[in-house]
Each structure stands twice: as C-alpha cells, then as structure tokens.
C-alpha cells in the first residue's frame, strides 16, 4: 500500500510541470499572419498563409527567448 501512494507521489511530482508547460497547451488559429509582437515567448499558432502543400497548415512559434518567429508546416490534424 505504500509502495502504490510513493508511486503515484511521485507520478504527480512528474506529470504535474508537464501539464502545465506552454508546449502543451493546445495551438490556436489565428487569422492574421503573426509577428514577434503579437506572441507570447513559446506560444504556437496556426496561420493559412497558403504556402504549406494540401492537408498541412503553417505553426508559428515565438522563441523562448529572442524576438524571432519559426514556421512549420504541419499536418491539420496535428498528428505530425
């Protein structure tokens, strides 16, 4: 029995952060093309800029710590 409470303690200890960081939060859409200004630093977004191949959609993503944006096409459903 206190073998399973150790266990689940600590499955919480590390599962808790986790859940609560901003790579996990789920990615938004926005309808104007973003710009460092715009976002918060890590924040995700989704923006149709229309240059991504069929079924895929540009994320843009702020950087942690510089005032720059990357993009990447990913899939709609997010699987990828």
Do not use: W
């Amino acid at each position: 029995m206190l073998r399973a409470f150790l266990i689940l303690l600590l499955a919480m200890v590390f599962a808790g952060p986790a859940a609560l960081s901003p790579a996990n939060a789920q990615t938004r859409m926005v309808k104007a093309k973003p710009t460092p200004a715009s976002m918060a630093a890590g924040e995700s977004v989704l923006f149709d800029d229309k240059s991504c191949p069929t079924g895929m959609i540009a994320r843009y993503t702020k950087a942690q710590r510089k005032e720059q944006i990357s993009k990447r096409c990913v899939h709609l459903n997010g699987t990828r």
